[in-house]
C-alpha cells in the first residue's frame, strides 16, 4: 500500500515524470482511484488500495503464464516451500533463506552512519523475506521497504501477512520487473528470489535492478540451478525438472551482468539453488 507521499519516490513509466492521485484514501493510504502522469496524463488504477502500475501489453512470454500460476497457487506457496523445499533441496526455508541474506551485507547497511536507507525487494510475493530483514532492523535507524510483483494473488497474501505481524513502512505495489518505476540510484540494498528463471528477459531486468541501486549497492539474486547435476540421483534430477519446467536452461545468470560490476560472485546455497551476487560500481 501508498501514500500520496510515496508518489514522490515513482515516476511515470511513459516519461519519467512526478505522478498525482485522483481517489479517495483509508487511513492516509490510496485506496480507490487513479494515479495520473502530470505531464503526459497516462493512468493507472488503485483498487481496494493495490495500485497496478504496469502496462499489460509488456507483460509478454513466459510473464503471462507464471502470473497465471502465482495467482492460481498463491494460497499454497508458502507451505508448499516451508514443507516441500526440506524434501527437495534438502535444507529448511529457513537455513537456505540466511544463507542467501549473507550475500545482501545488511549488518553493514545497520552499522553504517546513515539513520534512514531505502531496500527493494523485487518480486516480493507473499512476503516470506521480510521476517529475515525487519526484526534485525536497529531501533535508530530507519528502513522503507519496497516490494514490486506482478501477481495480485501473491500480493494479497503480502498483504496479510503483512497485517497478521504488524509490520509498519511497507511499500508495495503491483509492477513488472522488467520496468521498476523509480528514479535511478535510489536504493541501498536491491535483491529478488526465486522468479528470475521464469521472467521473459532477465537481462533487462537486472539491468533495471542496476539502475536504481546506490553506487556500491549489493544486488543479490536467487533462483534455480541444478549444483553438481553429475553426482544428483534420478529423485533430485526428476524433481528439478518438474521445479523448472518452464525454463529451458535453468542457471546463474552472470552473462546478464555488465562487466562494470564489481565482485561478482555464485555460490549454491541449496542442492536447487544458486546465490548470484554483485555490486554496482560507479
Known amino acids: 500500500m501508498l501514500t500520496k507521499k510515496d508518489l514522490n519516490f ?74 516441500l523445499l526440506p524434501l527437495m533441496h534438502y535444507r529448511t526455508e529457513t537455513a537456505f533463506r540466511k544463507d542467501f541474506f549473507k550475500e545482501l551485507k545488511l549488518e553493514d547497511l545497520f552499522k553504517s552512519k546513515k539513520k534512514k536507507f531505502r531496500i527493494l525487494e523485487v518480486s516480493i510475493g507473499a512476503g516470506a523475506n521480510l521476517d529475515y530483514i525487519l526484526p534485525h532492523v536497529p531501533k535508530a535507524k530507519e528502513l522503507e521497504y519496497w516490494g514490486i510483483d506482478l501477481s495480485t494473488g501473491m500480493v494479497a497474501t503480502c498483504e496479510k501477512n503483512i497485517k497478521k505481524k504488524g509490520y509498519k513502512n511497507i511499500k508495495y505495489f503491483l509492477a513488472d520487473a522488467h520496468f521498476l518505476p523509480f528514479k535511478d540510484n535510489c536504493f541501498d540494498r536491491v535483491f529478488h528470489i526465486g522468479a528470475i528463471g521464469g521472467f521473459n528477459d532477465p537481462k533487462k531486468s537486472i539491468k533495471e535492478m542496476i539502475r536504481v541501486a546506490k553506487t556500491g549497492t549489493p544486488i543479490v539474486i536467487s533462483d534455480e540451478a541444478l549444483h553438481d547435476p553429475k553426482n544428483r540421483n534420478l529423485y533430485e534430477k526428476a524433481m528439478f525438472k518438474f521445479l523448472t519446467f518452464y525454463d529451458r536452461n535453468p542457471h546463474a545468470p552472470t552473462e546478464c551482468v555488465p562487466e562494470n560490476c564489481a565482485h561478482l560472485k555464485v555460490k549454491p546455497i541449496s542442492n536447487f539453488y544458486y546465490c548470484m551476487s554483485f555490486k554496482k560500481s560507479a
Not at 515516476?11 to 492516509?28: D, M, R, V, W
Not at 482511484?33 to 509478454?60: A, F, M, T
Open 10 to 83: 515513482i515516476t511515470c513509466l511513459h516519461c519519467e515524470n512526478p505522478l498525482s492521485f485522483y481517489g479517495t484514501e483509508k487511513k492516509a493510504f490510496l485506496y480507490q482511484g487513479v494515479v495520473v502522469c502530470k505531464n503526459c496524463d497516462k493512468h493507472w488504477p488503485v483498487k481496494n488500495g493495490l495500485l497496478y502500475y504496469y502496462n499489460e501489453n509488456k507483460v509478454q512470454g513466459t510473464d503471462r503464464m507464471m502470473r497465471v500460476l502465482y495467482n492460481t497457487f498463491a494460497k499454497l506457496h508458502d507451505p508448499a516451500v516451508k514443507y
